[in-house]
């Protein structure tokens, strides 16, 4: 409900028409008028894994339950697509004898879906010592958040790898 509002409001600022028929695909919740579309974009915009996140999020579910298994089928299909996507991308370019590549990789991965879901793609490029050199496309080239993108990704491979490792933007040829 607040998204919605929220998108309204940006579709008003930027003067553009929202079109917002809830016609995105299935209706899943009748209670709360959440539909796949709501659902999908919910999660794969805040990494969202549970029933209960989701409920959160969308309020799909909060009502009456009866959609809970609806919610949870399409949230199993969602967390299979997206876990599928990354890894696939990534075992083509790296050596995974590599414990500390897979570790890295495995944190782009983790990070790939939020930054995709704002129009961005992150690529691991190289790891050499405690340094990781990653390259930006899409609206994440010249995006105000860059550094806040990168911290991110500090932050993770500080929790997976338990030192310090400094990321860095590769630079255009």
Not at 3 to 23: C, K, N, P, V, W
Not at 32 to 55: K, S
Not at 108 to 137: F, K, R, W, Y
């Amino acid at each position: 409900m607040g998204q919605e509002a929220l998108r309204a409001a940006i579709a008003q600022y930027r003067g553009e028409t929202l079109d917002d028929d809830h016609e995105e695909g299935a209706l899943i919740c009748k209670c709360f008028a959440v539909d796949e579309g709501q659902i999908r974009r919910a999660v794969m915009t805040n990494g969202l894994t549970t029933l209960q996140e989701v409920i959160n999020y969308t309020k799909a579910g909060g009502g009456c339950t009866a959609c809970h298994e609806k919610i949870e089928l399409t949230l199993e299909a969602l967390l299979a697509e997206r876990d599928a996507a990354p890894v696939a991308a990534v075992a083509t370019a790296v050596d995974v004898k590599d414990p500390q590549w897979r570790q890295v990789a495995d944190a782009v991965a983790e990070l790939c879906p939020h930054i995709q879901a704002d129009g961005g793609d992150m690529t691991l490029l190289n790891v050499s010592g405690h340094q990781v050199t990653v390259s930006l496309s899409g609206s994440c080239s010249g995006c105000m958040m860059t550094d806040m993108t990168l911290t991110w990704l500090q932050q993770k491979l500080v929790e997976r790898t338990g030192r310090y490792m400094e990321v860095v933007v590769a630079q255009a040829a």
